[in-house]
DNA sequence: CTGAAAGCGCTTACAG
DNA sequence: CTGAAAGCGCTTACAG
């Protein structure tokens, strides 16, 4: 059934059916209910591709998560307990505003070409990036490319700073210097003078913000940055556990860990907790996220929270705004985090 | 830039811009490299709706998340551990294969239209269909389009048994019947005569299996089947905890519960925790699904384990090999379950 | 091996 | 208020 079928049905020209789908205003009533009805008989849905085609939207957005960090085999990006909220809040939105969303996950340069891509082939109106910025130039290819985009957790200033205002562009992100000096100012409270950290992905907005605020907190309160003390973790639970056994091992521990996420805080207990390190008695543990996850275990952790859900919403509701104006813009929102204190921090034991 | 751009800079008609690009026979080594030299300097990238227009795939494959039973409020689909590795897998899957993958959920009756709407709009080659299948009418009018679709967890031949081979279509499932009934074994096994069982949602091919097998297997053993034991769980983390809290409180516990998910497992441990009820001391608990959670919490686990990344895998496979063929087909394939025993069943107190 | 032309199903000035 | 016609950017018989 095409909008010609419909056309003849109703006693129209297709030019007055596709006015009445468009909802134009020129159009009287009665032609109106017509046209409808029939449209409504024969439940006829316009060809999207013809619609796009002709110059509507494609009423769908991408969400691309980029994991370019992450190993090849360690591929399942939603294991992390950061995207799948996001994703989840995301389609969530955006279809209850009427978009499709179309994903796709990014693990290597070459993968990255689909992302350019959807945009080229014009498959989307707008689109979503989140993760890791390891290529710099790939992120500035996509701005150059002049559609809507929204850049979760990205720190695109220093980067094109000139070009700013001649995109449709935003970013979304979090607090994470404010959250993590926070988390630092509690342990510091409780007494603790040695503080180590698993950092996150350097590639990352976040994993930057999280371990620069680290530093400076501690620096602030003249209090000792050991090497040693400072772990790399990626953001994965894998080298999380591997960095935190390594940790075990050490003669000299901290006595509080800041970790730079929740699924590193968690992994890191587990490697403790083999090492018959006790957690908080011996060593105080602080995560950021406040996953899920974070709740449910024992000793339940206390965690900066980071308002994901209300991100992914900011993102998918932005994307639409830029969709839906024709003038460039750039703006850049950041979302406040707060402190979850559980069970996983103690004064230190001497 | 279009075809006809590359067509002039090539020095060729857009006939063969196109042929170059799907890459047909009939055109000779050189006329083909010289046409690709130019695409690749331009980076073009045809459009890909008037490609799906002149009848080409879109390359395209829906994933349609059903919670129809869920509430209004509960609507965070991937909350669910089991919808979170089955869109991540597919999206992998399907990205790998030169896929896009365009998501929905469906929360309502009114939001299944959008699924029937993917399709008549011809956004997607093809679909896959998951979660509760609530208004088997909604699913019958997606087999009537005869468009390829997948269906996963759905028991699809009694509802349609004739016209199954008229269609492009595909059945994933697990031996759900099979799994539960080794749960019950290895309980009743241990010493338990008094089991219990938290119901998933009875919208669904496993919900009902699985309910199916633990009266059978009870049964089979001569085991009582009472009702103050059987708790309705709707596969929900909030209903399942809710109703141990109910059976909490009654004079008369079953020493063992037998849950139709891990999330109602594990909420159910929770609501036991509060109560004072040790597992697996006075009371067993097994799970289904072997969710990530299930081994991380304390006590660990006991679970039946899905294999849902292969399930995933298997249906993005099949929607892509049905969009292949012709000729319409129908298949179901099952998946083996497997018991992954932890800590917590024990033998009955008594 | 290759180009001109029709067609895919819409939208949108344009003219009336 | 409304229809005829051009156009969106491809693909694919068709003819040569």
Redo the contacts with the bound molecule.
């Keep these: 059934?095409?909008?010609?079928d419909i056309a003849k049905l109703a006693?129209?020209?297709?030019?007055?059916?596709?006015?009445v789908?468009?909802n134009y205003?020129?159009?009287?009533e009665t032609?109106r209910a017509k046209v409808l009805r029939v449209i409504e008989q024969h439940q006829?849905?316009?060809?999207s591709f013809?619609?796009a085609?002709?110059?509507?939207r494609t009423d769908t957005i991408g969400l691309f998560a980029i994991s370019m960090t992450e190993q090849e085999n360690a591929s399942r990006i939603y294991q992390n307990s950061y995207f799948a909220p996001i994703v989840d809040m995301v389609v969530d939105t955006a279809n209850a505003r009427g978009f499709y969303v179309l994903i796709h996950t990014v693990y290597s340069r070459g993968e990255f070409q689909k992302v350019k891509q959807a945009f080229q082939q014009k498959r989307i109106d707008g689109g979503i990036l989140v993760g890791t910025q390891k290529d710099i130039e790939l992120v500035r290819e996509m701005v150059d490319q002049e559609a809507p985009l929204v850049l979760v957790d990205y720190d695109i200033s220093e980067i094109m700073a000139e070009r700013l205002n001649k995109n449709h562009l935003a970013v979304i992100n979090s607090m994470d210097y404010e959250g993590t000096a926070e988390a630092l100012e509690y342990l510091i409270g409780l007494g603790h003078r040695d503080i180590g950290i698993i950092k996150g992905s350097m590639n990352t907005y976040s994993g930057r913000e999280r371990y620069l605020a680290y530093e400076n907190t501690l620096q602030k309160h003249g209090l000792p940055l050991r090497n040693d003390f400072v772990l790399e973790g990626e953001f994965l639970k894998e080298s999380a556990y591997r960095e935190a056994k390594r940790l075990a091992q050490q003669e000299e521990l901290p006595t509080a860990l800041f970790c730079s996420n929740d699924d590193m805080a968690i992994a890191a207990m587990e490697a403790f907790a083999e090492h018959g390190i006790a957690v908080p008695d011996q060593l105080s543990i602080i995560g950021f996220d406040d996953a899920q996850l974070a709740s449910r275990i024992t000793p339940k952790l206390t965690s900066v929270r980071l308002p994901v859900d209300e991100m992914a919403k900011a993102a998918v509701l932005k994307v639409i705004e830029l969709c839906d104006t024709d003038e460039a813009t750039f703006s850049t929102t950041s979302f406040p985090t707060r402190l979850v204190v559980r069970d996983t921090c103690k004064p230190p034991a001497r």
Tied chains: 1, 2.
Excluded: F, Q
């Design positions: 059934m095409r909008s010609e006693g129209v020209s297709r030019s007055t059916v596709s006015r789908i468009n205003p020129n159009v009287p032609t006829y849905e316009p060809n013809a619609r085609l002709a110059g509507k």
